[in-house]
């Protein structure tokens, strides 16, 4: 059996009913069948899910559309968050040990480890929800709603007097309303309910919540009724894409000022070629960049770094290497290899999802990116496809 990552666009061609063709269909199906004849591990990420979820009320639909085909493919196949990868990498890099081969949650769980004090789902809240609209009905005002409502919740735990009403309710009601505002498995919203009515411990809700957020269908189906949810998911990505994004036009704007200058001076007729003065610049440039990439993630997670070299990253830390190289040999393109377009926020985005390339063996990435992040896969012998209409041969292929 092989692995395989799709780029996040590939479940939205191959779902929105816009894009929609005969070839899609058809490789849809023969994607489908890899599958669930065991014969391709097909694997997702967070990247992937922040990707997919909808940024508005009008695109929920067809983010559901995704997931559902995210999950058909990929089952429980999650690659581990980013804070996980990064931390495994980095205690490569300190102990001098390889790099682990095997990135797989073997929960399915995308995302970081959640406290359950911090997780969007708390029954007792829906619950304190319902008593102020009963009171509201009874024409208290917003004043005396809010007061009674302290006496109902502190510091974000339900207080004994809530507690004791919640334990002669009927859990099915609760269920009920868990299930409206949050679509789930009814078995884990069954969880919830209980522990609710102190009859499930911590362990089990939390359990429940989690198994909850691994299965990214579901998760989108929150969304729809739970909007508001989806942005801080959505700008896991969106937003360090528009920042880097930013921060690399300027720094091509600079490039490009800065060779022009070269040039009228006469003191580097070609300092955009192979042992020109921006080239020469623009890799030392890499070099500490991706050094000091790797120091804040490093220091993002507790581990302070001694001096290591480039190189070092390249051995130990193969997926951080692919995503800071893959990044700024994108820039570069338009900086010195004469490509006209702007650099686009979908750049870094792109460099994210590279992280996990060296830990599959079959790599989607847009046309674009695809030989930037496959000439820095190449120690782990990963195929970057370019397009998905290569797709299934490049598969039938290593399946050979």
């Not at 069948?33 to 009320?57: D, G, I, M, P, Y």
Request: hydrophobic share 40%; proline share 5%.
């Amino acid at each position: 059996m092989i692995t395989c990552y799709l780029d996040s666009q590939d479940y939205s061609a191959l779902t929105d009913p816009k894009q929609d063709s005969f070839d899609r269909r058809k490789i849809k199906k023969a994607l489908l069948h890899l599958a669930r004849s065991k014969q391709v591990r097909f694997a997702f990420s967070a990247a992937a899910v922040c990707e997919s979820v909808a940024l508005t009320a009008d695109t929920a639909h067809l983010a559901e559309l995704k997931a559902e085909l995210l999950s058909e493919l990929c089952g429980s196949n999650a690659l581990v968050s980013f804070d996980r990868l990064v931390r495994a990498e980095i205690n490569s890099l300190v102990l001098g040990t390889t790099p682990p081969r095997d990135m797989f949650d073997p929960l399915g769980r995308w995302f970081p480890e959640i406290p359950i004090d911090e997780t969007p789902v708390q029954p007792w809240e829906r619950m304190r929800e319902l008593a102020e609209e009963e009171m509201k009905a009874m024409g208290f005002s917003r004043q005396e709603r809010r007061a009674k409502a302290r006496t109902l919740i502190k510091n974000g735990k339900p207080r004994q007097m809530l507690i004791s009403q919640l334990a002669q309710q009927d859990s099915t009601v609760l269920i009920t309303e868990l299930l409206k505002k949050y679509p789930m498995r009814p078995e884990f919203a069954e969880v919830m309910g209980r522990y609710a009515l102190g009859n499930a411990t911590e362990k089990d809700f939390n359990d429940a919540l989690m198994d909850s957020l691994s299965d990214p269908h579901w998760m989108m189906r929150w969304f729809t009724t739970e909007h508001a949810l989806s942005s801080p998911i959505a700008d896991m990505v969106r937003k360090p894409g528009r920042e880097l994004g930013q921060a690399m036009r300027s720094l091509a704007e600079i490039s490009a000022r800065w060779a022009t200058s070269l040039r009228n001076a006469g003191l580097d007729t070609d300092p955009t070629g192979k042992r020109g003065e921006i080239t020469l610049r623009w890799q030392e440039m890499e070099e500490r960049q991706l050094i000091s990439v790797a120091q804040r993630m490093a220091g993002a997670i507790g581990i302070e770094l001694g001096e290591f070299e480039g190189k070092d990253f390249d051995t130990h830390c193969p997926g951080v290497s692919a995503g800071v190289r893959s990044m700024y040999s994108s820039v570069w393109a338009t900086v010195g290899g004469g490509r006209r377009e702007e650099i686009s926020d979908s750049q870094p985005v792109d460099a994210l999802h590279a992280l996990y390339a060296p830990y599959v063996q079959v790599f989607r990435a847009d046309r674009f990116m695809a030989p930037h992040i496959q000439k820095h896969v190449r120690n782990a012998a990963t195929v970057v496809v370019p397009r998905l209409s290569q797709l299934v041969d490049t598969l039938d292929k290593r399946l050979c």
